[in-house]
């Protein structure tokens, strides 16, 4: 069935870098927009970054510059290199991807980074 499974998350340094990954299952993976999102206990879940189906990429603010979103469609699965990391990036971070032409939207269950010295 349609599965989104992350992983790569973990624990570094500030200034550090990590790379998540996703990899997805029973969906037409080509098809789909897909995304990283990130929640912290308190705060709005927020939307880090999209990789289109076409490869066009958008970024939250707060990372653009620092942060890389990559798919691999051979692969079915979206990247997310995250650079010069900061406290303030430590969250759970979720994949998604929606299909415009089912309008279906899938996520994974979530992979944690923490960020501390």
């Known amino acids: 069935q349609e599965q989104l499974v992350e992983s790569g998350g973990g624990l570094v340094q500030p200034g550090g870098s990590l790379r998540l990954s996703c990899a997805a299952s029973?969906?037409?993976?080509?098809?789909?927009?897909m995304g990283w999102y990130r929640q912290t206990p308190g705060k709005q879940r927020e939307l880090v970054a999209v990789i289109a189906s076409g490869g066009r990429t958008t970024y939250a603010t707060s990372v653009k510059g620092r942060f890389t979103i990559s798919r691999d469609n051979a692969k079915n699965s979206v990247y997310l290199q995250m650079n010069s990391l900061k406290p303030e990036d430590t969250a759970v971070y979720y994949c998604?991807?929606?299909?415009?032409?089912?309008?279906?939207?899938?996520w994974g269950q979530g992979t944690q980074v923490t960020v501390s010295s």
């Open positions: 029973g969906i037409l993976f080509r098809r789909y927009d």
């Open positions: 998604t991807g929606n299909s415009s032409y089912t309008g279906r939207t899938y």
